[in-house]
């Protein structure tokens, strides 16, 4: 069965750097678009970026656009969102998505604050 399995959320500071890392596994991982969302509680969950199967084409939200960068390594199964310069309205819970599959990983939280 199909996988996401999340990691590198925590605690950081207005300024500083978090890489997130999804592993995928279940399905021809290099044959998928993927993605990361957020959602803040109370809030619709949120696009973030997209990165197309083989890692040509991304994507991003205007919100993020200049400090996070999406990528992937398809021999890992494995896709990855390099967030810098965190601000405190970067805080959400962050899920991988199997783009335009309903596929979802459980998330991990990351929380910019001082």
């Known amino acids: 069965q199909v996988q996401l399995v999340e990691s590198g959320g925590g605690l950081v500071q207005p300024g500083g750097s978090l890489r997130l890392s999804c592993a995928a596994s279940?399905?021809?991982?290099?044959?998928?678009?993927m993605s990361w969302y957020r959602q803040v509680p109370g809030k619709e969950r949120e696009l973030v970026a997209v990165i197309s199967s083989v890692g040509v084409s991304t994507k991003y939200a205007d919100s993020v656009k200049g400090r996070f960068t999406i990528s992937r390594d398809n021999a890992k199964n494995t896709v990855y969102l390099q967030m810098n310069s965190l601000k405190p309205e970067d805080t959400a819970v962050y899920y991988c998505k199997v783009q335009n599959r309903p596929y979802w990983g459980k998330g991990t939280l990351v929380t910019v604050s001082s």
């Open positions: 279940g399905f021809t991982f290099s044959s998928y678009a």
